[in-house]
């Protein structure tokens, strides 16, 4: 019974973090786009910039058409993605930007003219709020649904999904705002961009080490029993010398770099050894792979007791 509740009790955590971090990226993209873009008359990105430009036309509420325009998008990324906490944070998130973003309207006053700083700090804003929503498995709708279908198809990062979204969305801007705001509005959605993939990957990433060694076992035992790492022993031959080396393949931590290499220095001061950055580690030991992520295999996956880098 104290292990359901302990469950219980992580989950209800943990869901209560995801929609803090959704509550506060959806402030951020509203204040991005009433304090830095509306006011210097540049268009975001995505839906929130397509009705930016039916504000400027027919004067109608920015948040108020955000909401109306994602509902047909809401219920294809429901229907796509399949999966109940993505909807019910998506509302949500979609909600309280929308909202946001009206109700800062009367009190929002830009903080800078400058169009370098208007342009920096209103992509950086707007693409910590979407990397927020985004990694607490939620989107702010929008192109963010796009993102997400494109992601999960085929596996391209969501800032680089969004980033073509915008150069469409932009080509309409022209007319409204002239060709120099659009330059700027493809500065702030390169910086938004950036800024989504760098939220995504944080505490994401981690070091691939490749050890070639006469001395394996040493170090496998301390990477297993002092580390507590997985690793894989390779079996490799030298293209000149013609003789035979072990490989060995370990992931870990970047806090565990020195010690990994304290290891392969007291066991084999002559080891050969490569570390290098591994963007996204999913396994055991690292970050689960969710179901949502797993596509449907038409054949059986076979178990293995083995401990894998």
């Not at 409204?176 to 994401?204: C, M, N």
Request: aromatic share 6%; glycine share 12%; proline share 5%.
């Amino acid at each position: 019974m104290r292990i359901k509740l302990t469950l219980r009790a992580r989950r209800a955590l943990t869901a209560l973090t995801h929609y803090a971090m959704i509550t506060l990226g959806a402030l951020l993209v509203a204040l991005a786009v009433r304090v830095f873009l509306v006011p210097n008359d540049v268009i975001a990105g995505g839906v929130t910039g397509v009705a930016q430009l039916l504000g400027t036309y027919l004067g109608t509420p920015v948040g108020a058409i955000v909401l109306a325009i994602n509902v047909p998008l809401l219920v294809l990324g429901w229907r796509r993605l399949g999966g109940f906490v993505f909807g019910v944070r998506t509302v949500y998130a979609l909600v309280v930007m929308s909202v946001a973003i009206d109700a800062l309207a009367p009190y929002a006053r830009p903080v800078t003219s400058d169009p370098l700083l208007y342009s920096l700090y209103g992509g950086l804003l707007d693409g910590l709020g979407l990397g927020l929503i985004l990694r607490a498995r939620g989107t702010a709708g929008g192109t963010d649904i796009i993102a997400r279908l494109v992601e999960t198809a085929a596996g391209v990062q969501p800032g680089r999904v969004l980033l073509v979204c915008d150069v469409l969305v932009f080509s309409g801007g022209l007319f409204a705002y002239g060709p120099e705001k659009v330059l700027y509005a493809l500065l702030v959605a390169f910086i938004s961009s950036r800024t989504v993939d760098f939220v995504l990957s944080a505490g994401r990433g981690a070091r691939q080490a490749l050890i070639i060694t006469d001395r394996p076992e040493g170090i496998v035992r301390a990477l297993l029993y002092d580390l507590g790492r997985g690793v894989t022993r390779l079996e490799g031959v030298g293209g000149y010398t013609g003789a035979s080396h072990a490989i060995l393949l370990c992931i870990i931590n970047r806090s565990e770099v020195s010690t990994l290499k304290a290891v392969v220095a007291s066991t084999d001061p002559h080891a050969f050894m490569v570390i290098s950055d591994a963007n996204e580690v999913i396994g055991e030991g690292f970050r689960p792979l969710r179901p949502e992520q797993r596509p449907p295999s038409r054949v059986p996956i076979g178990e293995t007791t083995e401990r894998r880098a």
